[in-house]
């Protein structure tokens, strides 16, 4: 072949070449353009968010569904740095960390991760992305790309269920009623509430594990009844939930009564997949039921037996107003009578002839009969029962009626007259009696009242408004008004004694004090008793009231002269022991300046004089409390009577004649058993009673040969008493003194006054004690002394 010829053909197949090649790269180029609109198709209609960010946390890419989500244009979203712009501030940095490290290549990218982003507009959505890395030529990662699918309505489900679910149960762990979820045929218990284990008394997994454990519990009279209904409710006949009231046995033995009601549970195809029901222990309801049910027969029983009386009753009822001894007669709003109860009344009281239809004006003389018509008008309007008396001549003589218009029916009105002739002269008998009586209160200063507790109003005397210094027309009589006459310290003592009266039916005597309405105090005994009814219930007190002021005048000039007779008794007896006191202030002094002598010469030799120095302390108290004690006795003072230990007075007086009883070798015995030894009275005065008979004691022993014994003995007596008993073993009492041992001024002492012992009586009497003297068998004088251990009450 020429060489022009082979340059040529291979020129052509170089051409050839070249065509086939560029056809072959335009082949190429449209397959990928081709493909490339697929993806880019895709990309845009993806359903999910199809995000890429560079190294530099850039959007980069982002479909449709992505703008979407993010509630913004491509154009606003492409170039914004993605966690500065679409995460919340709460997880933006956690997140942000993730990124960093996925892009340096120290995480690898996890299969499925959750989070939060937050849209152009604000809202925040739940995200859940599946994450690939994006890798240059040399396997360096410049990037990531994210499908991001919105799991923002699935959470919020997710949310609501676990809502639910809690809110089911804490409604059926608190409710009272049994909650349980089962299957169509009764085969599987799925839920049962807390409240099988309170009614059943059996755990709620025994009937996991056997669900028809329940019905071991029925009653066995109601157990097939249960049975059968269990049967029919399986095959789906739900149409009455209610089961038949049952009872079970519980755990304990005892016997509940259950309401149940199920209810089916059907699927999307209206097939029921499960049984829920709602079970009730109705026990105390039923035991209601039937208190009620029994209380409605014992209603019937007791309306029968009530009609049946009630028929009785009236019958009795006719026989009583055909027997009452008053004329009664029924009359209409004209006064024109109605019915009567009996003839042969009414001639013996109207003294005329009564029919039906007859006017009430007829039958009583003029003035009488308009005077009745009027009462029947007002007791027409009022609706009170009115009354008037009147006198007119009967069977020759003037007599006195009484007649009363009662209120009776809408239409009718009753009236029954009644013979008050022996009353209205008893009555006029009675005026008499009360102006002697009153008269007499006068001059005994001794008014009388009476309180009626129905309305709480007083009656008083004419002499009982004399001595309170009122008058009736300006005083309103109450138990309250009568209560501020009183003085204000004794009026709680005064309300007291009244309420104990009241509570314990027990009548009452007490003095007190009255302020007059001129300031005047005077002072009153009042008594009182309480009056009942035949059914025992008290209606009224009534009582006394009399005016003690004289009497309290001169019970006070008599303490007067008691007190000064005292004081000059007691200092009497300070001047028989006037050596005795002397030599008892004499050995403390002397005490004293020794002590202080001896105490001198030990401070100079520097040692200590503590012991000294107290003991001068204790004998300087000594001597002061024995000066205050003859201070007080010399005192002149009035009566102040106070609780106190009457041991600690006996000490006391014995302090007095220390000395006379060690001079004469007097040994003293005090007997007290009892834990109990507090008198009232006045202190001083019981103390100068005490020293008087120490005193008489001591005397009557000089003489006697030794022993020497004073015994004292504490112990309580009866009516709240206290006795001390002061024996001696002296010479005794002759036996024709003894009748005059407490006369005043009659003494068998030499140089006596004869006044100790009368004395000592009135102070023991006026602290509402007794001082008396007893016989004794062995050689000596014996004297009791009963003092009150409290206020006496008067």
């Known amino acids: ?210 669900p028809r454990s329940w019905m071991n519990s029925l009653h066995p009279d109601d157990r097939d009844l249960i049975e059968r209904e269990i049967k029919t409710k399986s095959t789906g006949e739900l149409f009455n939930p209610d089961f038949p009231r049952f009872r079970i046995i519980h755990r304990d033995g005892s016997i509940r009564w259950m309401l149940a009601r199920a209810f089916p549970v059907f699927d999307e195809n209206n097939q029921m997949t499960r049984i829920v029901g709602i079970g009730e222990d109705i026990t105390r309801r039923k035991q209601e039921e039937d208190a009620a049910i029994e209380l409605h027969q014992e209603l019937e029983r007791c309306v029968e037996e009530r009609t049946s009386e009630l028929a009785r009753k009236t019958a009795q009822l006719q026989a009583m107003f055909n027997a009452i001894p008053d004329a009664v007669l029924v009359l209409n709003r004209d006064g024109v009578v109605v019915n009567f109860n009996s003839q042969q009344k009414s001639i013996l009281i109207l003294s005329t002839d009564l029919r039906i239809g007859s006017r009430i004006e007829s039958l009583l003389p003029g003035e009488v009969g308009n005077q009745v018509k009027a009462l029947i008008s007002r007791v027409e309007d009022t609706r009170q029962i009115e009354t008037i008396d009147y006198c007119l001549v009967n069977r020759g003589e003037n007599r006195w009626y009484r007649a009363r218009v009662l209120p009776y029916l809408s239409d009718e009105i009753l009236m029954v007259i009644e013979d008050i002739n022996h009353r209205k002269l008893a009555e006029l008998e009675l005026s008499t009696l009360h102006e002697k009586l009153s008269e007499a209160q006068r001059l005994s200063h001794i008014g009388s009242w009476e309180w009626n507790l129905q309305d709480n109003m007083i009656w008083w005397s004419d002499e009982v408004y004399r001595i309170f210094g009122v008058k009736k027309e300006c005083f309103v009589l109450n138990y309250e008004s009568f209560l501020q006459t009183i003085h204000p310290d004794d009026r709680p003592q005064v309300a007291q004694t009244v309420e104990q009266a009241l509570e314990h039916d027990l009548p009452y005597s007490i003095e007190h004090r009255i302020f007059r309405p001129d300031g005047e105090i005077r002072y009153v005994q009042e008594r009182a008793v309480l009056k009942k009814n035949a059914a025992g219930e008290a209606i ?223 102070l023991v009497e006026a602290a509402g004690g007794r001082i008396c003297f007893s016989s004794n068998s062995k050689p000596g004088a014996c004297f009791h002394l009963f003092l009150p251990t409290r206020q006496s009450v008067q």
Not at 187 to 193: C, D, G, W
Not at 693 to 700: G, K, S, T
Request: with cysteine; proline share 2%; glycine share 4%.
């Open 1 to 210: 072949m020429p060489e022009s010829t082979t340059f040529e053909l291979l020129e052509e197949v170089k051409s050839l070449r070249q065509r086939v090649a560029e056809l072959e790269r335009q082949q190429a180029e449209g397959n990928r353009s081709k493909a490339d609109d697929l993806a880019c198709q895709y990309f845009n209609l993806a359903g999910e968010m199809i995000i890429g960010l560079d190294a530099n946390q850039t959007i980069s890419l982002i479909n449709e569904r992505g703008c979407q989500l993010l509630e913004a244009e491509e154009s606003e979203i492409i170039g914004k740095n993605w966690f500065d712009h679409f995460l919340p501030d709460s997880n933006r940095e956690e997140v942000r960390d993730l990124f960093r490290k996925l892009i340096q290549g120290d995480l690898m990218p996890v299969e499925y991760f959750e989070n939060v982003v937050q849209t152009a507009h604000g809202s925040l959505k739940s995200i859940a992305w599946h994450n690939s890395l994006l890798k240059d030529d040399s396997d360096r990662i410049i990037g990531t790309l994210s499908v991001g699918v919105d799991i923002t309505a699935r959470k919020e489900t997710e949310q609501a269920l676990r809502e639910s679910n809690q809110m089911f149960r804490q409604i059926s762990e608190n409710i009272k009623e049994l909650f349980w979820v089962c299957s169509p045929d009764w085969s599987e218990v799925f839920y049962a509430s807390h409240m099988y284990e309170v009614i059943w008394g059996n755990t709620c997994q025994s009937l996991y594990d056997d």
């Open 540 to 762: 009224s007190m009534h009582g006394t009231v009399q005016d003690l002021t004289e009497r309290h005048e001169a019970a006070r000039t008599a303490q007067e002269y008691r007190d000064i007779l005292a004081h000059a008794s007691r200092l009497a007896v300070m001047g028989e022991l006037t050596a005795g006191i002397s030599h008892e202030l004499n050995q403390p002094l002397t005490a004293i300046a020794n002590y202080t002598a001896a105490m001198k010469q030990q401070l100079v030799q520097g040692r200590d004089v503590t012991d000294l120095v107290q003991k001068i302390e204790e004998l300087s108290l000594r001597s002061g409390e024995i000066v205050r004690k003859l201070k007080s006795m010399a005192e002149k003072r009035t009566q102040q009577s106070i609780l106190f230990n009457i041991r600690d007075s006996i000490r006391n007086a014995l302090e007095l004649i220390q000395y006379e009883l060690r001079h004469h070798q007097i040994e003293v015995k005090i007997n007290c058993d009892s834990k109990f030894s507090a008198v009232y009275a006045d202190r001083v005065q019981i103390e100068q009673v005490l020293a008087n008979l120490f005193i008489n004691a001591v005397e009557a022993m000089i003489d006697t040969p030794i022993p020497r014994t004073l015994t004292i003995t504490v112990s309580p007596a009866e009516d709240s008493l206290i006795r001390v008993v002061i024996a001696d073993t002296g010479s005794g009492v002759p036996a024709d003194f003894v009748d005059h041992l407490f006369t005043p001024f009659t003494t068998n002492k030499k140089g006596g006054l004869g006044i100790g012992l009368s004395l000592s009586r009135s």
